[in-house]
Structures are given as structure tokens and as C-alpha cells.
């Protein structure tokens, strides 16, 4: 079992520039999450899928965000036309089937929009 | 918003002493899941205890859950330098995801 794993580890980009996550959870784990997280606050729901659907997503995820898992294994998170307030760490996690299920973290994806 | 909130927000200690934080939570819960990250790193999972649950234990860790005050408590006992990170409480109320609380960074000192 190889955790969740997440890439890039970091990204930096001007802004206005598109950036892209990936994720690729634990295997067999129906359930994916994203989250943000910015320095000194806890991590913030945005959206999640269960296999392939995207089930919930935040008010936090603007119409520049968009997150896909298009055969339900690995997901990916873009963010278009980036701002400075988009600096953060995107973090993925998974669960075998989300239903009070132990969620398991990756190592997240540092972004610094310049 | 945040569901959970922990207390203290800070917390240092000597090295071989016992830490304790607080999570408080607003509605009823199926769930509460305590995680570990350090600096810039992801979140590392601690403990999960269910609401029919009031304690449980994994080491030098127990966690208590207070239904009734809607509350709940990490003891790390016989603290280490390594144990230095930011602990956070996260509740899950339906089943389908996580909230989190601001976190309580804590310092061991040796």
C-alpha cells in the first residue's frame, strides 16, 4: 500500500497562468477528496468523488477550479487563469468507501502564484 | 465554516511531559478523526473514534469523545521532540466528508 500520492510537490507560476494536481489515491479507494489549505489555517473542503462522479463541491471552488477522476482511479485538479489568493497547499486524500471510513492524506501540492 | 475548534491554539512543553488538546464541534457527529502534520508536510492520521465511542488509544495517544458537551480531547503522553507538529481535529457529520478546526501547534522542547 503506497499511499496517496500527489504531484507535483510544488508549483510556482505566474499569475494567470493554468496549473495542474494530480492524485492518485489508495488503491481500490472509491472515495477521492481535495482540500486547501493556507498557512497557520486547517484544511478546507472543496469537492470529492465517489468512483468517477464528482458528488459535492465547495462554494470555495470557483469556475476557475474544475476537478475531474475520469475512470475513477486518478483525479486531477486545474486552476485556471491563477491568482495570488490561490496560494496554497492543494491536498488529496482517500477513503475505501466514505461512509465513516478512516480518510487518508497525501503530501499535498505546494502552489506559490508569483 | 469550521466545525471543529481546538484549544489551545499553541501549546509547548518539555520533552517527557503529557500534552493535551481540546476539540470542540457544533452538530452531531458520526465521526471524529484526530490527524499530525508537520511543517509544510501532508496529514498524517492519528485516531478515528465513533460517535458510540468514548475512548480509545494507539500508543502514547488517547482520545476521548464527549457526545454530550460535544467534545473531544488528544492526551499525547511522554511527549518526544518528534512529537512537535500541528495536530488537528476533524469531524465528519454525513458520512461523506471532513471538517476541520484551526489546530493546535504544539512544541516539545527537549
Known amino acids: 500500500d503506497t499511499g496517496v500520492s500527489q504531484n507535483p510537490r510544488h508549483k510556482i507560476t505566474k499569475r494567470g497562468q493554468n496549473v495542474t494536481f494530480r492524485c492518485d489515491p489508495i488503491?481500490?479507494?472509491?472515495?477521492l477528496y481535495w482540500y486547501r489549505q493556507t498557512l497557520g489555517q486547517g484544511p478546507e473542503f472543496l469537492t470529492y468523488?465517489?468512483?468517477?462522479?464528482?458528488?459535492?463541491k465547495s462554494r470555495l471552488l470557483s469556475d476557475r477550479f474544475s476537478a475531474e477522476r475520469p475512470k475513477g482511479s486518478f483525479s486531477t485538479l486545474e486552476i485556471q487563469r491563477t491568482e495570488q489568493g490561490d496560494s496554497a497547499m492543494y491536498l488529496c486524500?482517500?477513503?475505501?468507501?466514505?461512509?465513516?471510513?478512516?480518510?487518508?492524506f497525501g503530501e499535498g501540492s505546494w502552489l506559490t502564484v508569483v | 465554516s469550521q466545525q471543529g475548534e481546538e484549544d489551545p491554539q499553541a501549546l509547548s512543553i518539555q520533552e517527557g511531559e503529557n500534552a493535551t488538546m481540546n476539540c470542540s464541534y457544533k452538530?452531531?457527529?458520526?465521526?471524529l478523526q484526530w490527524y499530525r502534520q508537520n511543517s509544510g508536510r501532508g496529514l498524517v492520521h492519528l485516531i478515528l473514534i465513533r460517535s458510540n465511542e468514548r475512548e480509545k488509544h494507539s500508543g502514547r495517544l488517547r482520545v476521548t469523545l464527549d457526545t454530550s458537551k460535544k467534545s473531544s480531547s488528544l492526551l499525547i503522553t511522554a511527549s518526544r521532540a518528534a512529537d512537535t507538529a500541528s495536530y488537528f481535529c476533524?469531524?465528519?457529520?454525513?458520512?461523506?466528508?471532513?471538517?476541520f478546526g484551526g489546530g493546535t501547534r504544539v512544541l516539545v522542547k527537549p
Open positions: 488503491s481500490e479507494h472509491n472515495r
Open positions: 486524500a482517500s477513503s475505501p468507501s466514505g461512509r465513516g471510513d478512516t480518510i487518508y
Open positions: 476533524a469531524t465528519d457529520t454525513a458520512g461523506n466528508k471532513l471538517t
Open positions: 452538530t452531531s457527529i458520526n465521526n
Open positions: 468523488f465517489q468512483n468517477e462522479a464528482q458528488l459535492e
